[in-house]
């Protein structure tokens, strides 16, 4: 059964937040986007519980705490939190699963510490080229919010008020809002171009085919570039699968965790089953 939990990190007094589900022996971390939460791997995680132990953790770039321009100085503390996550939750070797920034940080981490993780999964990932909003200031409306988050999805149905209201109030932070964009630029800013060749784990590449923030091409570029990567394409699915099309994506998670450790796996793009 799922249930949200504060962890006391041992190092000092900050606090994790994160989503636990599952008890089997492979454990997989779950990291969100920019403007995600650990909620977006919910459907995935109640899907494949029965199978895997899930740990979807808060990235510290919500709107809490203290968030300002100045407290961000890389990507690097951001993969640094998630490697302490790992410490402290005492795991060993963990799947790594991320979308958008997460996949971006998942294979930051995996690239500084190889040993520690035993498989990737990247979805919408940063690191290659993304149409995001880091290209410079924004005049804030709701009008905009509501046209910037039509972009991340194939269906507009995911576009509530309710979610444009929240964006909305939460970018009226000035300081946060600059706090983003500082987030974004160094997403935009650390390429892996040059270092995808050094991955040697097995990597499952799920992407939305009407993707238009990390488009399909960019995709092809991940697995092109890392040794035995698979590709999969899901219909109908923009810019956050977990959200979009969450059973189609834990069909085909469930299928590469469930091979990868014995099957030799080659360049592939399939459709989903």
Request: proline share 4%; aromatic share 8%; glycine share 6%.
């Amino acid at each position: 059964m799922i249930r949200e939990t504060d962890r006391e990190q041992a190092a000092n007094t900050s606090r994790y937040c994160y989503l636990e589900a599952g008890t089997g022996t492979s454990t997989i971390v779950m990291l969100h986007g920019l403007f995600g939460t650990p909620d977006n791997w919910w459907s995935i995680m109640d899907e494949l519980s029965d199978h895997y132990r899930f740990l979807a953790l808060q990235l510290p770039i919500d709107h809490a705490g203290d968030r300002t321009y100045r407290s961000f100085r890389s990507l690097t503390q951001l993969t640094d939190f998630v490697g302490e996550f790992i410490d402290d939750m005492e795991l060993d070797r963990v799947v790594l699963c991320g979308n958008s920034l997460g996949g971006h940080l998942a294979l930051d981490l995996y690239l500084r510490q190889p040993e520690r993780i035993e498989m990737l999964v990247l979805s919408g990932s940063a690191g290659l080229y993304e149409n995001s909003l880091s290209g410079g200031p924004l005049r804030l409306s709701r009008r905009l919010v509501h046209k910037h988050a039509c972009e991340i999805f194939h269906d507009s149905v995911h576009v509530t008020d309710e979610l444009v209201d929240h964006i909305f109030d939460t970018l009226s932070d000035r300081n946060y809002r600059r706090f983003l964009l500082r987030v974004a630029k160094a997403t935009r800013d650390r390429s892996m171009a040059d270092e995808l060749a050094k991955v040697d784990v097995p990597t499952m590449i799920i992407w939305g085919s009407d993707d238009s923030i990390t488009p399909p091409f960019v995709a092809e570029q991940f697995r092109d570039s890392i040794r035995g990567a698979e590709l999969v394409y899901l219909d109908e699915c923009g810019h956050a699968p977990p959200i979009e099309q969450p059973r189609a994506f834990a069909r085909e998670l469930h299928g590469f965790l469930s091979a990868a450790s014995t099957t030799d796996r080659d360049h592939v793009i399939r459709k989903p089953r």
